[in-house]
């Protein structure tokens, strides 16, 4: 299912955020949760990423912070 979200997206632990705005991201139920894996396009590159923290308010996107996971990193 895409959702759309406010999204900052960490490509290696040791980097910050970076802003990405509003982006539609795949999920794998109806609903985000920490620790649950999305994939998004980031400059036409596919990305696969895990959520490590959410914050969600009535009437605006949901804020997502997510760590970018590499091939290594994949099940």
Excluded: C, F
């Excluded at 990305?47 to 490590?52: E, G, L, P």
């Amino acid at each position: 299912m895409a959702i759309k979200v406010d999204l900052h997206l960490r490509s290696n632990p040791a980097d910050d955020h970076r802003t990405l705005g509003m982006v539609a991201v795949e999920v794998g139920g109806a609903q985000l949760a920490p620790h649950q894996e999305i994939a998004l396009s980031v400059d036409g590159r596919p990305v696969r990423a895990q959520i490590t923290s959410l914050h969600q308010r009535s009437g605006h996107l949901p804020r997502v912070y997510a760590d970018e996971m590499h091939a290594d990193e994949l099940v």
